[in-house]
């Protein structure tokens, strides 16, 4: 049986492949770190099938004392600071999570268990402003926020590590993917929460900054696949995963509204303090490489997607008000 680590493991990529990594068989121990309130909910259906270990980005020990303990065949670094617009507010700890956070957990394996593999989470962010499109693993990087030259840097130092010290470490560059279980404050699922709660008669507006922005999306369930595929080669190297269809915001509120009914002229409100002191416009990846080498290929598609974040999210709050005493939904 082969022992994962997953940092990051609350989270919602670290939540499906705990859930895929439980499925082939192997010995999955989550990383989280302390709260002042436990924060399971991703993950407590797994709670009798998966370990959990205390420990921190920001804490050198704590990480090699978890290497120590489990001896992973394989780590899978997903924790970090990742909510773009928290990083203009919060640039020097979002370098220290998102960016040096890697180089710790890099110096725990090639202290205590060299011949772990390696897989680092890393973003389309880190394109940018390029104006090359689609996107793939030749194509330079342009950071336009503090979370994407973080980003940059976890990726230049894995591949440093790979070359350095002959580390399998992997760096995915992993483009929007999303689910039920993505954090409220992301777009998407703003989105998705916000249509719900008009739907249900919860609400009356959904307040959205720049709609012309266009990304990427694929599904996370999808995406956590290509990570353990990436760890399962003869050689290690960095992959672009991503559908290869750019949709801007607008398409996807459209298509959210839509599927339920609604037209969202009526409740879309455009918010100023909602825009990105600097944005990216248009990202859409190439993943020829992942295609040929992984044999990886997403399964859902675009509207399907949005469709089915509506309905999860229909179905979360239905039943939540359904509760007797429920004075205001909450987040999750
Ligand atoms: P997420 O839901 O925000 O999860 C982030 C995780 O990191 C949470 O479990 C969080 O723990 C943990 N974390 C944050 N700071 C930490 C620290 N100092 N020590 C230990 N754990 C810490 O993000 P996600 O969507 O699952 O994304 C997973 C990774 O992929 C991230 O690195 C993200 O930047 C990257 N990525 C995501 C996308 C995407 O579209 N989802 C695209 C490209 C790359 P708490 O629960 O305690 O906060």
Same mark, same amino acid.
């Given at each position: 049986? %082969?022992?994962?680590?997953?940092?990051?493991?609350?989270?919602?990529?670290? @939540?499906?492949?705990?859930? #895929?990594?439980?499925?082939?068989?192997?010995?999955?121990?989550?990383?989280?770190?302390?709260?002042?309130? +436990?924060?399971?909910? &991703?993950?407590?259906?797994?709670?009798?099938?998966?370990?959990?270990?205390?420990?921190?980005?920001?804490?050198?020990?704590?990480?090699?004392?978890?290497?120590?303990?489990?001896?992973?065949?394989?780590?899978?670094?997903?924790?970090?600071?990742?909510?773009?617009?928290?990083? =203009?507010?919060?640039?020097?700890?979002?370098?220290?999570?998102?960016?040096?956070?890697?180089?710790?957990?890099?110096?725990?394996? &090639?202290?205590?268990?060299?011949?772990?593999?390696?897989?680092?989470?890393?973003? @389309?962010?880190?394109?940018?402003?390029?104006?090359?499109?689609?996107?793939? +693993? @030749?194509? &330079?990087?342009?950071?336009?926020?503090?979370?994407?030259?973080?980003?940059?840097?976890?990726?230049?130092?894995?591949?440093?590590?790979?070359?350095?010290?002959?580390?399998?470490?992997?760096?995915?560059?992993?483009?929007?993917?999303?689910?039920?279980?993505?954090?409220?404050? #992301? #777009?998407? &699922? %703003?989105?998705?929460?916000?249509?719900?709660?008009? %739907?249900?008669?919860?609400?009356? +507006?959904?307040?959205?900054?720049?709609?012309?922005?266009?990304?990427? =999306?694929?599904?996370?369930?999808?995406?956590?696949?290509?990570? =353990?595929?990436?760890?399962?080669?003869?050689?290690?190297?960095?992959?672009?995963?991503?559908?290869?269809?750019?949709? @801007?915001?607008?398409?996807?509120?459209?298509?959210? #509204?839509?599927?339920?009914?609604?037209?969202?002229?009526?409740?879309?409100?455009?918010?100023?303090?909602?825009?990105?002191?600097?944005?990216?416009?248009?990202?859409?990846?190439?993943?020829?490489?992942?295609?040929?080498?992984?044999? =990886?290929?997403? +399964?859902?598609?675009?509207?399907?997607?949005?469709?089915?974040?509506?309905?999860?999210?229909?179905?979360?709050?239905?039943?939540?008000?359904?509760?007797?005493?429920?004075?205001?939904?909450?987040?999750?």
């Amino acid at each position: 049986m %082969k022992t994962a680590l997953i940092t990051g493991v609350t989270g919602q990529d670290g @939540s499906y492949l705990a859930d #895929f990594l439980v499925g082939k068989g192997y010995r999955v121990i989550g990383m989280l770190r302390r709260l002042s309130l +436990e924060n399971y909910g &991703r993950i407590e259906h797994l709670a009798d099938r998966m370990e959990l270990a205390q420990g921190d980005l920001l804490d050198p020990t704590s990480l090699e004392t978890i290497l120590r303990e489990y001896m992973p065949d394989e780590v899978y670094n997903l924790a970090a600071m990742s909510f773009v617009p928290t990083s =203009w507010n919060q640039p020097v700890l979002t370098g220290e999570f998102t960016g040096l956070g890697v180089t710790r957990v890099l110096e725990a394996i &090639r202290i205590v268990k060299p011949d772990a593999r390696f897989y680092q989470a890393s973003s @389309s962010e880190m394109f940018g402003s390029i104006p090359e499109t689609p996107q793939n +693993e @030749s194509t &330079r990087f342009s950071p336009r926020s503090p979370y994407g030259v973080a980003k940059v840097y976890g990726h230049y130092i894995t591949v440093n590590y790979r070359e350095s010290y002959g580390i399998f470490a992997c760096s995915g560059i992993l483009f929007n993917h999303e689910s039920p279980r993505r954090g409220l404050e #992301f #777009f998407p &699922r %703003k989105v998705t929460d916000g249509v719900a709660r008009i %739907k249900l008669g919860l609400s009356n +507006e959904l307040r959205l900054g720049n709609l012309d922005a266009r990304r990427d =999306w694929g599904y996370a369930g999808d995406y956590v696949r290509a990570m =353990w595929l990436m760890l399962q080669q003869p050689e290690p190297g960095d992959f672009v995963i991503a559908t290869g269809e750019s949709h @801007s915001g607008r398409e996807f509120v459209d298509t959210a #509204f839509r599927h339920v009914g609604l037209d969202p002229a009526e409740y879309v409100r455009f918010d100023p303090q909602l825009l990105r002191p600097a944005d990216v416009d248009h990202l859409v990846g190439d993943a020829s490489r992942a295609k040929a080498t992984l044999g =990886w290929e997403p +399964e859902a598609g675009f509207e399907e997607l949005v469709r089915l974040m509506v309905d999860a999210d229909v179905e979360r709050l239905t039943r939540v008000a359904a509760q007797p005493g429920t004075a205001s939904i909450p987040a999750v």
